[in-house]
């Protein structure tokens, strides 16, 4: 009997980015997180070095899904491994941009088909501290999820690192798009909004 994949698809697309750029003063205007960009990144290697050699390898990757997510932004000396300051010049860059968040949309399908009525989480990698909050959306039935930060007034995401977790009341969803997530993304003006997982 061959093997069928589940196929789990999740696309993120950016829309729009709400900046604090410009003069305005209306309540309005999103502020990105405060992150301290270099205790982030020794954040980091203490939960995902776990051989204690300064850099997330490739081995530990896939254990870091937000890391992982963003591996082809975080990885400057194109040694497919992740160090501290890797991940600290990442968030400067966030920082930068002064983008505070971005409209982004997820679609989810399984087993080929939309998945209707799944929440989407995506949780802050805890390397990033305490003030970026999750985003949460709720599919469609066509499977899409705006996503809006918790406790924002609009829908939206701030930049970070995130693991991304499903759920669906009344669904047998396997652990690994949940309680044990493969899945990551970046979220960043100038990121790749696409994640697929096509493994069974």
């Known amino acids: 009997m061959t093997h069928r994949p589940e196929c789990l ?3 993120m697309a950016a829309v729009a980015v ?16 405060s992150i301290n960009a270099v205790a982030a990144g020794a954040a980091a290697m203490e939960q ?12 530990e990757l896939a254990n870091a899904p937000g890391l992982k997510a963003a591996l082809a932004n975080l990885d ?10 890797e991940v600290a010049e990442r968030i400067r860059i966030w920082q930068e941009s002064r983008v505070g968040q971005t409209s982004v949309t997820t679609t989810v399908t399984f ?8 929440t989407v989480v995506f949780e802050p990698e805890a390397c990033l501290g305490p ?4 985003a949460v959306g709720t599919t469609t039935e066509d499977g899409v999820a705006p996503m809006k930060t918790e406790g924002a007034d609009a829908p939206g995401v701030a930049p970070g690192l995130y ?38």
């Open 163 to 200: 693991l991304v977790r499903i759920t669906k009341d009344g669904a047998n969803l396997p652990a690994k798009y949940n309680i044990e997530t493969v899945l990551g993304v970046e979220v960043a003006r100038d990121g790749d909004y696409a994640l697929n997982d096509q493994n069974g």
């Open 111 to 118: 087993r080929g088909q939309p998945l209707a009525g799944a």
């Open 131 to 134: 003030h970026v909050r999750p």
């Open 76 to 85: 400057r000396n194109n040694d497919k491994c992740v160090d501290a300051d």
């Open 18 to 33: 709400l900046s604090t750029q410009g003069c305005s003063r209306s309540a309005s205007r999103v502020r990105p997180p």
């Open 9 to 11: 698809v999740v696309l």
């Open 48 to 59: 995902y070095d776990t051989n204690r050699d300064g850099r997330v390898d490739a081995t």
